[in-house]
């Protein structure tokens, strides 16, 4: 259900000096962008001397909710009023129980490792993030997005991926060559392309283009899912990393939930065995409880 933001409301709440603040930067065009996540907004706010600051606003069941890196004393500091304004600019549509990050569950690997990481000084932590980057696309992809240094993907490079996909599925299930372990291989190299262009700012294009590596995973999965003895878990990674990018598309993307339920009801009953796509609870947050009952009786 959404809900609508009373903006003077919120000016109260969080003060004069706040909003003033919170107004520079907008003026200074903070943020440069935001995403809807977890029923509410995400961006990161810079500011000249500051490290950047990482922020989410949302409407929870304790009412209006801020988080920031920033780590101010006050509930509501300068940087989430900055992102609120943001949002409310774009008219980002308000869920009425949002979800902040810092209840999502994190793998205590994971955590731990951050503690770890805590204790790095910045310059040989940055050099490892870098050293680490420059072998690894996704880890490259993922840090110039938090760095705000990636544009939203043009026609041409979506075209160029779509061929990419279509080549990969098409010698994988070449009958000169293939064997279940180029599938396999395939597989992961049509997730590894979803998850550097998933790390794009979203578009509803780039939502199409993950659809249609779903499908073409689909298509080449059924030798796997017959030697389901030897490969049932990678086929499991492999399907959980296209569905998850997709469906985090579909929150940053908010299509219309009646098309995009038509779609994945097409890509669902077009595939041989389970497509990769079909978890419908899943997509509960972008289609809501209706429509996900209805792919649900599909079965």
Do not use: N
């Not at 409301?9 to 520079?24: K, Q």
């Not at 080549?167 to 997730?191: N, S």
């Amino acid at each position: 259900m959404a809900v609508r933001i009373d903006i003077d409301a919120l000016r109260d709440a969080a003060g004069p000096v706040t909003c003033a603040a919170a107004d520079s930067l907008r003026a200074a065009g903070q943020p440069e962008r935001l995403v809807p996540v977890g029923g509410g907004a995400s961006g990161v706010v810079s500011e000249a001397g500051q490290p950047p600051y990482e922020v989410w606003v949302g409407v929870t069941t304790d009412g209006f909710t801020a988080e920031c890196d920033c780590l101010a004393a006050e509930a509501l500091c300068a940087h989430a009023m900055a992102l609120s304004l943001a949002a409310l600019e774009d008219e980002l549509p308000w869920s009425s129980a949002a979800t902040p990050p810092s209840v999502l569950s994190i793998d205590a690997k994971v955590a731990e490792l951050a503690e770890i990481a805590r204790g790095i000084p910045a310059r040989r932590l940055t050099m490892l993030v870098a050293e680490w980057a420059a072998t690894d696309r996704v880890l490259e992809s993922a840090l110039l997005a938090r760095a705000g240094r990636l544009a939203p993907p043009s026609t041409a490079e979506l075209d160029d991926l779509r061929r990419t996909i279509d080549g990969l599925a098409h010698e994988a299930t070449d009958d000169r060559y293939w064997d279940l372990h180029d599938v396999e291989k395939t597989g992961r190299a049509i997730a590894e392309e979803i998850e550097v262009l998933a790390q794009r700012p979203p578009t509803p294009e780039a939502l199409l283009v993950v659809e249609e590596a779903a499908r073409a995973w689909d298509r080449i999965v059924p030798p796997l899912l017959d030697a389901r003895e030897a490969y049932e878990e990678e086929v499991a990674e492999i399907g959980d990393a296209l569905r998850a990018a997709h469906v985090r598309l579909c929150e940053q993307v908010q299509p219309d939930p009646d098309e995009l339920a038509a779609r994945l009801t097409e890509i669902i009953e077009a595939a041989e065995v389970d497509s990769c796509l079909d978890e419908p609870w899943d997509y509960l947050a972008v289609l809501g409880r209706q429509r996900v009952k209805a792919l649900r009786q599909l079965h």
